[in-house]
């Protein structure tokens, strides 16, 4: 019979340090199992002011309050002190004396004024209800978007039955986090020509945490190849959108250069603000906007944060990349490659 | 030899552990895979999110919900079990309770958050593999825990007395064959203290016996948290370093 040699598992690099390897139970002098539940919880991260995992006790000293990813232990005899446990995996935080746990990867939670992409779920009476990736969806009601014919028309029972002919099921959008209730449900706006209707492009997911938060969180990127300006809307839930360009209608004015009084100027947007219509998008555009959608998937993956700066050293490496005639998922390391040739590039100014 | 078990390792030894933490890109919010020997399981979690359904809608805390999915080839004969096989409902009403438990539910009120288990490869223990696996995506999803819930199996050998005259000495984390041989149980502890979360076993056994069982379970469980905490510590300083860049 052929004997059958199985090749040993690869040796895990994690299992150095320890000195048991994880695989056997010490043996104490009367042969019963050593218990190590018995010794005290570590409280590692602290000292290395690194990382702290559930269960670990990041403080016993009465004098910090608890704050977000903390629980408060039961005491170990009736009327004890209690101490302050993480319940996140994360970094600890401290205000003043307030300490909190920030974890590695968490779900958006909202936060008034921040700029938002969304997708509509459902339509009812008086308002959509609005996926921004948070444990709760958000409502956009009717009172708050800019209804067409100008921002002083008076929002009528018409109105109500069109509401679909604004925004339906499944469409994207772009809104501002308007106001909060006690229990967070959050409440969007799309009074401002920033704001409204997506189309024109792509959309994507990253995680929450991975979009900085910065001052403008719209860019407009001048892209190669005859691609002509790009959009991006860098949702702070995540959801990003990356589409062609179209000129804002800016109180500033219009095409001429003279001003456009408001009144006027909302007619003019509203007519195409809610078309469902995609304008004709040239072949050259589609491949830098999925370029740039792959940058942007590229540097969330690799765990750098996507703000301004990161997106255009990473466009700029990836154009690199492609003029060195590799192309896009040629293999799984290009994207790898041109994060790391952005973080150089950044490194050097 | 003397004293080893058919897999060569000693009653007191642990299979290989290998976990990983993340490993889903897609819109899971956080994501395991774990390895206890040839037992292979996938785990994603989804939540706190709004609830699939009205009557998971908790006033005051989130629902936890589990879906345990068996992949055919995962046995050693290719079975497909359904959604309502009775083996994955069992699986997931005990993922779930303990879940329910040991996450900070009240933080979430009228939400979900679901596990789903996917069970590649089964080779004994599969219950404590889910539940370690489930423990690691929570993490990874940045959900609220009170501590770790870590799971590990015992078996008891059903001779009377070794070779040596004395009673055997319970078997931790036993394999497949073992599983089908002698009677085992399966215990889940929070973190590495002795608090037990959920205990199962589905076979007879004798009632002195069982208390040595538990205890060997319980301390395996205590070198399964560690083991898995020194992997989200790692993945923990690898994000962080990227973010650091």
């Given at each position: 019979?052929?004997?059958?040699?199985?090749?040993?598992?690869?040796?895990?690099?994690?299992?150095?340090?320890?000195?048991?390897?994880?695989?056997?139970?010490?043996?104490?002098?009367?042969?019963?199992?050593?218990?190590?539940?018995?010794?005290?919880?570590?409280?590692?991260?602290?000292?290395?002011?690194?990382?702290?995992?559930?269960?670990?006790?990041?403080?016993?000293?009465?004098?910090?309050?608890?704050?977000?990813?903390?629980?408060?232990?039961?005491?170990?005899?009736?009327?004890?002190?209690?101490?302050?446990?993480?319940?996140?995996?994360?970094?600890?935080?401290?205000?003043?004396?307030?300490?909190?746990?920030?974890?590695?990867?968490?779900?958006?939670?909202?936060?008034?004024?921040?700029?938002?992409?969304?997708?509509?779920?459902?339509?009812?009476?008086?308002?959509?209800?609005?996926?921004?990736?948070?444990?709760?969806?958000?409502?956009?009601?009717?009172?708050?978007?800019?209804?067409?014919?100008?921002?002083?028309?008076?929002?009528?029972?018409?109105?109500?039955?069109?509401?679909?002919?604004?925004?339906?099921?499944?469409?994207?959008?772009?809104?501002?986090?308007?106001?909060?209730?006690?229990?967070?449900?959050?409440?969007?706006?799309?009074?401002?020509?920033?704001?409204?209707?997506?189309?024109?492009?792509?959309?994507?997911?990253?995680?929450?945490?991975?979009?900085?938060?910065?001052?403008?969180?719209?860019?407009?990127?001048?892209?190669?190849?005859?691609?002509?300006?790009?959009?991006?809307?860098?949702?702070?839930?995540?959801?990003?959108?990356?589409?062609?360009?179209?000129?804002?209608?800016?109180?500033?004015?219009?095409?001429?250069?003279?001003?456009?009084?408001?009144?006027?100027?909302?007619?003019?947007?509203?007519?195409?603000?809610?078309?469902?219509?995609?304008?004709?998008?040239?072949?050259?555009?589609?491949?830098?906007?999925?370029?740039?959608?792959?940058?942007?998937?590229?540097?969330?993956?690799?765990?750098?944060?996507?703000?301004?700066?990161?997106?255009?050293?990473?466009?700029?490496?990836?154009?690199?990349?492609?003029?060195?005639?590799l192309e896009w998922g040629s293999d799984g390391e290009a994207?790898?490659?041109?994060?790391?040739?952005?973080?150089?590039?950044?490194?050097?100014? | 030899?003397?004293?080893?078990?058919?897999?060569?390792?000693?009653?007191?030894?642990?299979?290989?552990?290998?976990?990983?933490?993340?490993?889903?890109?897609?819109?899971?919010?956080?994501?395991?895979?774990?390895?206890?020997?040839?037992?292979?399981?996938?785990?994603?979690?989804?939540?706190?999110?709004?609830p699939s359904s009205r009557q998971k809608v908790k006033q005051?805390?989130?629902?936890?919900?589990?879906?345990?999915?068996?992949?055919?080839?995962?046995?050693?004969?290719?079975?497909?079990?359904?959604?309502?096989?009775?083996?994955?409902?069992?699986?997931?009403?005990?993922?779930?309770?303990?879940?329910?438990?040991?996450?900070?539910?009240?933080?979430?009120?009228?939400?979900?958050?679901?596990?789903?288990?996917?069970?590649?490869?089964?080779?004994?223990?599969?219950?404590?593999?889910?539940?370690?696996?489930?423990?690691?995506?929570?993490?990874?999803?940045?959900?609220?825990?009170?501590?770790?819930?870590?799971?590990?199996?015992?078996?008891?050998?059903?001779?009377?007395?070794?070779?040596?005259?004395?009673?055997?000495?319970?078997?931790?984390?036993?394999?497949?064959?073992e599983e089908s041989d002698i009677p085992s149980l399966t215990?889940?502890?929070?973190?590495?203290?002795?608090?037990?979360?959920?205990?199962?076993?589905?076979?007879?056994?004798?009632?002195?016996?069982?208390?040595?069982?538990?205890?060997?379970?319980?301390?395996?469980?205590?070198?399964?948290?560690?083991?898995?905490?020194?992997?989200?510590?790692?993945?923990?300083?690898?994000?962080?370093?990227?973010?650091?860049?």
């Amino acid at each position: 019979m052929p004997i059958q040699i199985i090749a040993p598992a690869p040796f895990v690099a994690a299992d150095e340090e320890d000195d048991e390897g994880g695989v056997s139970l010490g043996l104490d002098n009367d042969g019963d199992i050593a218990m190590d539940g018995d010794a005290p919880r570590r409280t590692v991260g602290r000292q290395t002011g690194g990382i702290v995992t559930p269960g670990e006790v990041v403080t016993e000293d009465p004098q910090w309050m608890r704050g977000h990813g903390t629980y408060l232990s039961q005491p170990l005899v009736p009327g004890g002190s209690q101490s302050i446990v993480s319940s996140l995996a994360g970094t600890i935080s401290k205000t003043n004396k307030l300490l909190s746990i920030r974890a590695l990867k968490f779900r958006y939670v909202p936060e008034i004024g921040d700029l938002v992409v969304g997708r509509i779920l459902e339509v009812q009476t008086k308002r959509w209800r609005v996926d921004i990736a948070a444990p709760h969806s958000a409502t956009l009601l009717l009172s708050s978007i800019n209804l067409p014919g100008g921002i002083l028309r008076k929002r009528t029972s018409t109105d109500e039955l069109q509401i679909r002919t604004f925004f339906s099921e499944g469409d994207l959008l772009v809104a501002e986090v308007q106001t909060l209730s006690n229990d967070g449900l959050a409440s969007l706006h799309t009074r401002s020509l920033k704001y409204g209707k997506l189309r024109n492009g792509v959309f994507m997911t990253i995680d929450a945490g991975m979009v900085r938060r910065m001052k403008s969180h719209v860019l407009t990127m001048n892209t190669s190849n005859g691609g002509g300006e790009v959009d991006i809307y860098l949702g702070v839930n995540g959801y990003i959108y990356i589409a062609k360009h179209t000129t804002p209608l800016t109180e500033s004015g219009g095409p001429e250069g003279k001003s456009v009084s408001i009144t006027r100027l909302e007619e003019e947007a509203s007519e195409a603000i809610y078309s469902n219509v995609n304008e004709e998008i040239s072949p050259e555009t589609r491949a830098e906007i999925a370029r740039i959608a792959c940058v942007i998937g590229a540097l969330a993956r690799n765990g750098v944060k996507v703000d301004e700066e990161m997106v255009h050293l990473g466009y700029e490496a990836a154009l690199e990349e492609f003029l060195q005639g590799l192309e896009w998922g040629s293999d799984g390391e290009a994207g790898k490659r041109v994060v790391e040739a952005a973080l150089v590039k950044r490194r050097e100014g | 030899m003397e004293g080893l078990r058919n897999d060569g390792r000693r009653w007191n030894e642990l299979r290989r552990i290998h976990c990983q933490l993340s490993t889903s890109s897609t819109n899971a919010d956080g994501s395991s895979y774990i390895e206890q020997g040839f037992t292979k399981v996938l785990c994603n979690v989804t939540g706190p999110a709004e609830p699939s359904s009205r009557q998971k809608v908790k006033q005051d805390s989130a629902t936890v919900s589990c879906e345990v999915y068996f992949a055919a080839f995962s046995g050693t004969d290719r079975i497909k079990r359904g959604r309502n096989d009775k083996k994955v409902q069992e699986l997931q009403t005990a993922i779930q309770k303990t879940f329910s438990s040991i996450i900070l539910t009240h933080l979430f009120s009228r939400s979900e958050i679901t596990i789903s288990v996917h069970i590649l490869s089964q080779d004994g223990g599969t219950l404590a593999a889910c539940i370690n696996a489930a423990t690691l995506a929570l993490i990874d999803a940045g959900i609220p825990l009170k501590d770790y819930v870590c799971a590990c199996t015992a078996g008891q050998s059903t001779s009377i007395f070794d070779n040596e005259g004395a009673s055997p000495d319970p078997w931790l984390d036993v394999n497949y064959l073992e599983e089908s041989d002698i009677p085992s149980l399966t215990v889940a502890t929070v973190g590495d203290s002795e608090k037990i979360v959920a205990l199962n076993m589905e076979n007879k056994v004798r009632i002195e016996k069982l208390e040595a069982m538990i205890a060997v379970g319980i301390s395996g469980c205590a070198k399964v948290r560690a083991i898995m905490d020194k992997e989200v510590r790692r993945h923990g300083k690898q994000k962080l370093e990227a973010q650091g860049e």
